[in-house]
């Protein structure tokens, strides 16, 4: 079946430092990925998204490049702030025919960003 | 445009009560679905549904829980004879006819069985 595997955390970084968290999959079709985040006590908001190979989704910073060679969708920003701190999940949707389906999501990553 | 909206935001049950719980999609979706997080741990999907039709509910539990969408109102997960292993945040999302692998999630359910 179709699984999202992300880096272990917390991770812990000082402000305006560069960030990378892993994202790698496995899936049967050709899904779409996506990165969600969580702010304490809230929902989930979506980041960015990517459909097909080579898509570069990005928003607020963020940027993740889909990676089918690597299956990866790695999620990365140039300089983090102190209000991105929150849980980063990677998640799949493997609907490749059009149709709904639900999300495949990882176990999420914790983010600390120390000022 | 309002977002997903969940009701209530928690809830606190006895072990064997019911639960229900609510979640309105965004205006002009016509997709729910249902996600289980468990402390610590990523979001399950639980079940998938479109105007009084249950598609997937292949992440649901076989017994004891039951989810519907009638055609007016409300989407309802229910959860009979609660345990405390129930406990979890529920979350509800909705996605559009015309971008269905794009899901908008709402702020969850936050259940504790005592």
Redesign the interface.
């Known amino acids: 079946g179709d699984s999202v595997t992300q880096m272990e955390g917390p991770v812990t970084l000082s402000e305006e430092a560069f960030l990378t968290i892993n994202c790698t999959y496995t899936a049967t079709g050709y899904p779409s990925l996506f990165w969600y985040v969580q702010y304490p006590g809230e929902g989930l908001q979506l980041l960015l998204k990517a459909t097909k190979a080579d898509d570069k989704g990005s928003n607020k910073g963020f940027e993740a490049t889909y990676r089918k060679e690597t299956t990866s969708f790695h999620l990365e920003k140039g300089s983090v702030q102190v209000s991105d701190s929150a849980v980063y999940f990677c998640a799949l949707s493997d609907s490749g025919g059009g149709g709904a389906d639900g999300l495949t999501f990882g176990k999420g990553t914790h983010l600390i960003i120390q000022p | 445009n309002a977002g997903?909206m969940?009701n209530p935001r928690h809830l606190v049950r006895r072990r064997g009560q019911e639960a229900r719980l609510r979640c309105s999609p965004m205006k002009g979706h016509s997709?729910v679905?249902w996600?289980r997080q468990l402390p610590?741990?990523?979001?399950?999907?639980?079940?998938?549904l479109q105007k009084e039709n249950i598609?997937?509910e292949?992440?649901m539990p076989k017994e004891r829980f039951s989810a519907e969408f009638p055609k007016e109102g409300p989407s309802i997960l229910r959860i009979q004879q609660v345990v405390r292993g129930d406990s979890a945040a529920y979350?509800c999302?909705s996605?559009p006819p015309s971008v269905?692998?794009?899901?908008?999630?709402?702020?969850?359910t936050r259940l504790t069985v005592l």
């Open positions: 997903v969940q997709h679905y996600y610590e741990e990523g979001l399950k999907f639980m079940v998938y598609i997937d292949s992440g979350f999302a996605s269905v692998d794009t899901q908008y999630f709402g702020p969850g």
